[in-house]
């Protein structure tokens, strides 16, 4: 009987000493999780804040060709104007989603404005913003992707067992929103020349 009970005491702790990693491993993995997310929406904000950059110098190029488009520039700026606000003060990341994606609308109707003024369209600087705005545009859709794959994975992983026990424990337990493409933007503009 002595012979067995460092055993059983040595088995003992060998099992809380597995327990307390397991749980502990379990904490940091969705803490890692949440901080990917977070990292990646910051990429995107970065790229975001970028575009955001190009598009005063893109409206003033094109409204030297196009006056009587107000309507549209203002569309463009007060979008603009709301991302920017949402980023500085920390809105909420679905107002942030939405905000990206009234700037992306405007954008689109001031390039689909600009297709109407072919001397615009062979202007050096529109041209220079044009070619900045769609590598900017490639970056941010890079971008949103690896977002996207952050939240699934995080998504997915608070739903499971274990990872809904962990999400909780450290108050994560909410799913993050994904950031799709709106339903206008899928539709590609018509171009007539």
């Given at each position: 009987?002595?012979?067995g009970?460092?055993v059983?005491?040595?088995?003992i702790?060998?099992?809380?000493?597995?327990?307390i990693s397991?749980?502990i491993?379990?904490?940091?993995r969705?803490?890692r999780?949440?901080?990917s997310?977070?990292?990646?929406?910051?990429?995107?904000?970065?790229q975001?804040?970028r575009r955001n950059?190009l598009?005063?110098?893109?409206v003033?190029?094109?409204k030297?060709?196009?006056?009587?488009e107000q309507?549209?520039f203002?569309?463009?700026?007060?979008?603009r104007?709301?991302?920017a606000?949402?980023?500085?003060?920390?809105?909420s990341?679905?107002?942030?989603?939405?905000?990206?994606?009234?700037?992306q609308?405007a954008?689109?109707?001031l390039?689909?404005?600009?297709?109407n003024?072919p001397?615009?369209?062979?202007?050096e600087?529109?041209l220079?913003?044009q070619?900045?705005?769609?590598g900017?545009?490639n970056?941010i859709?890079v971008?949103?992707?690896?977002y996207?794959?952050?939240v699934?994975?995080?998504?997915t992983h608070?739903?499971?067992?274990?990872?809904?026990?962990f999400a909780?424990k450290?108050?994560?337990?909410?799913p993050?929103?994904?950031?799709?493409?709106?339903e206008?933007?899928k539709?590609?503009?018509?171009?007539?020349f």
């Open positions: 009987m002595k012979n009970l460092p059983l005491i040595i088995g702790v060998l099992i809380v000493i597995i327990g397991w749980y491993n379990g904490l940091n969705i803490v999780m949440d901080e997310v977070t990292q990646s929406w910051a990429e995107i904000e970065n975001l804040q950059d598009i005063p110098n893109l003033n190029t094109v030297g060709y196009a006056k009587q309507t549209v203002m569309y463009v700026a007060d979008a104007a709301k991302l606000g949402l980023i500085k003060q920390g809105g990341l679905e107002a942030k989603i939405d905000a990206a994606k009234e700037v609308g954008l689109s109707r390039l689909a404005i600009a297709e003024y001397q615009l369209k062979s202007n600087n529109f220079k913003l070619d900045e705005l769609a900017t545009e970056r859709a971008s949103r992707t690896r996207n794959r952050a699934q994975v995080f998504n608070i739903r499971e067992v274990f990872g809904s026990f909780k450290k108050n994560l337990d909410r993050q929103p994904y950031y799709e493409i709106d206008s933007a539709d590609t503009p018509k171009v007539n």
